[in-house]
């Protein structure tokens, strides 16, 4: 979490203005993920995707933008959680904005690669800090402890690579904490595209697959929770 969020209203609003009477200023920190390839403008791409997510109202209205952050629409809203995953109704409805930011065409460099680029690297810096073998030891990680990390990483490149999987812009965060549900008419507006890119569309399928059923604290529990089927026709 490196941006910071505001929000920003007048206390006592205006009849006759036309202007925002309240807003969210996000202002930008650093950008740590997905940040290769920018040429000295780190937040260019995010600008670029902001706008257009914002023109296809599929996010955040866009009212300004400055060097620093962006000005945006404020939404009151609740998160996507386990009582909206049981509505199909809001479920067919944040599956369709999905489906329509991976049928945008977006003016960035198309790299479909960082997986396979990103993940190696955070393996390799990973065991340069820290003494990972001797923390899975002392913390008892049983399934490190039967799994080689480095084995499981190439099985999944490999499995990748065999699943021909699309190519479309993807939001590459797509979770229930990135899905607004506005009040009082329950609207879905999809937020942070801080980490969107081209990649491959399985990656936002499994995002939300993989809290499906859970709330946001229930990550100990057993993982054997996925969609039922229906909610998977739903999604695909």
């Known amino acids: 979490m490196t941006n910071q969020l505001y929000y920003c209203g007048i206390a006592e609003h205006s009849a006759t203005s036309s202007a925002p009477q309240e807003v969210a200023v996000r202002l930008y920190g650093p950008k740590y993920f997905n940040n290769t390839d920018h040429e000295g403008n780190e937040r260019l791409k995010d600008t670029i995707i902001s706008l257009m997510i914002s023109e296809n109202k ?101 499995a990748i690579t065999k699943s021909k999987c699309p190519i479309v812009f993807s939001h590459h965060d797509f979770r229930g904490s990135n899905i607004m549900i506005t009040e009082p008419n329950d609207e879905i507006i999809l937020c942070d595209f801080e980490s969107s890119s081209y990649g491959y569309r399985g990656s936002d399928f499994g995002s939300i697959a993989l809290e499906w059923g859970r709330d946001s604290s229930e990550f100990g529990k057993p993982y054997r929770k996925y969609p039922n089927d229906e909610t998977l026709k739903a999604l695909i």
Not at 81 to 105: T, W
Not at 137 to 143: A, G, K, P, S, V
């Open 58 to 158: 599929l996010g955040p209205k866009v009212y300004g933008l400055f060097e620093h952050g962006q000005i945006l629409k404020y939404y009151p809203h609740r998160q996507f959680r386990l009582k909206e995953q049981n509505n199909p109704k809001l479920a067919a409805q944040a599956f369709k904005k999905l489906a329509a930011v991976h049928a945008m065409k977006v003016p960035i460099k198309v790299n479909t690669n960082w997986i396979f680029d990103d993940f190696p690297k955070f393996y390799e810096t990973g065991y340069k800090k820290f003494p990972i073998n001797q923390m899975i030891d002392e913390l008892n990680c049983e399934t490190l402890k039967k799994h080689d990390l480095k084995e499981e990483m190439q099985w999944l490149f490999n």
